[in-house]
């Protein structure tokens, strides 16, 4: 049996009477894309950020390659490799493409002028932004010193996800990465999600777009009511069984897909 990268047993998380998350176990295996699909308020949010050290959960446990984590803020699930890009980019506009590749991890000169002087390696963080994007078939961004502000969404989009997937050693979290772009736009964000994958780092993948859903996803979790309602492929499950399990319309015991032998750890 093959040890998931991450997995969650039991997850719990309250506001006040609100409850967000009901007791969610979720497991995501060494390069899959496991999709989080739900309703408005079914608790994906909740739960990424339970997973992502955005939250503490009130009860539950993380693992991470087998051994329990605790993670208390952003910067401690960063630190063990789990790098989130969120709905609302966490992209400084002014900035360049290369110097937002490298926010907060900023490559020093050598010698003296990098240790006393703190000076910044651009040149070298250009190369190495211009080689991490075409590493993800990204071929729109020429120049890297282009700002950020001047970026179409998509491009916008694939130096977040660029930036995740540089950094992001263990997994990816992506948040509607596609929600706010147009077809050809959110293509290349699939594909980015395609590259990622066969380099063997999983990824989470929260959206509401079922098409694209569909097309990327191994897996797909879905969460109902804070709870989750069952796991399923696009393999054992139409759009429209996958949509009346979210809605609460069916359950996965009512309909239980064509195959559903897979659904536990992927193939
Ligand atoms: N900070 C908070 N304070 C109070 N209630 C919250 C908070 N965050 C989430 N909730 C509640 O928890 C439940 C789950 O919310 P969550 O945002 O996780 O859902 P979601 O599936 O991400 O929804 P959406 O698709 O609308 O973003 C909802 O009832 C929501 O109102």
Do not use: W
Not at 29 to 36: D, I, M, R, S, T
Not at 102 to 109: P, S
Not at 179 to 204: F, H, T
Not at 245 to 253: H, K, P, Q, R, S
């Amino acid at each position: 049996m093959t040890t998931p990268v991450l997995s969650a047993r039991g997850l719990v998380k309250t506001f006040g009477r609100v409850v967000g998350l009901d007791g969610v176990d979720v497991d995501l295996y060494p390069g899959e894309v496991l999709a989080v699909i739900g309703d408005n308020g079914a608790g994906k949010s909740t739960l990424i950020k339970c997973l992502t050290g955005a939250m503490v959960p009130d009860a539950g446990e993380l693992r991470l390659d087998g051994e329990p984590v605790h993670f208390r803020r952003p910067q401690d699930a960063r630190n063990a490799g789990i790098e989130t890009v969120y709905q609302t980019l966490a992209v400084a506009p002014a900035l360049d493409i290369a110097s937002n590749l490298f926010l907060g991890r900023e490559r020093r000169r050598a010698g003296l002028l990098g240790s006393v002087f703190r000076m910044i390696d651009k040149r070298g963080m250009r190369r190495e932004a211009e080689s991490a994007l075409a590493g993800l078939g990204i071929g729109t961004l020429q120049d890297m010193s282009q700002a950020v502000e001047t970026l179409s969404g998509g491009q916008r989009q694939a130096v977040a996800v660029a930036r995740a997937a540089a950094f992001g050693s263990k997994v990816i979290v992506l948040d509607e990465p596609t929600a706010a772009l147009g077809v050809r736009e959110s293509q290349q964000v699939l594909r980015m999600i395609d590259q990622v994958r066969s380099r063997g780092v999983p990824v989470v993948l929260i959206s509401h777009n079922m098409p694209h859903v569909f097309e990327v996803a191994d897996r797909i979790h879905i969460q109902r009511l804070g709870r989750c309602a069952g796991v399923i492929t696009p393999r054992s499950h139409t759009m429209t069984e996958a949509v009346a399990i979210m809605t609460g319309a069916t359950t996965l015991a009512e309909t239980p897909g064509r195959t559903t032998a897979d659904v536990g750890e992927p193939a």
